[in-house]
């Protein structure tokens, strides 16, 4: 519907599909902004060992993603909703943002490192 109704701000500079993506993603953080939960220590202890074990289905079906995705920076959260979400390769995002795939890699670290912290804290 937004994109339907900002139809006439696009201006050609990018793809059509940059653009639409561009209005996804804020409609996403728009919500996560409007609600930020709590987070419990529980919760992130089981995010941390299903990544650790490599279930990122499990990371999808977590309303604690959408917590942390609150607290992160917007460019951490860019690469983690085309990671986890779009299910994209490190070199698929690296190649979508314009950004060095070790870029990629060391931000998904430390997204996972300050979700391990946190559950520390709890």
Not at 25 to 53: H, I
Not at 61 to 74: C, G, I, Q, T, Y
């Amino acid at each position: 519907m937004r994109a339907h109704r900002y139809r006439k701000s696009f201006r050609g500079d990018s793809s059509p599909l940059t653009w639409l993506f561009t209005i996804s993603d804020r409609c996403f953080f728009d919500l996560v902004r409007k609600k930020v939960e709590p987070v419990s220590g529980s919760d992130v202890e089981t995010f941390v060992r299903d990544e650790q074990e490599g279930a990122e289905t499990i990371f999808l079906r977590h309303d604690l993603v959408a917590k942390l995705l609150a607290r992160a920076p917007k460019d951490v959260r860019q690469i983690v909703i085309h990671r986890y979400f779009d299910e994209l390769e490190h070199k698929q995002i690296a190649a979508r943002l314009n950004i060095n795939e070790k870029t990629v890699r060391r931000k998904l670290e430390k997204f996972l490192a300050v979700a391990r912290k946190f559950a520390r804290r709890a």
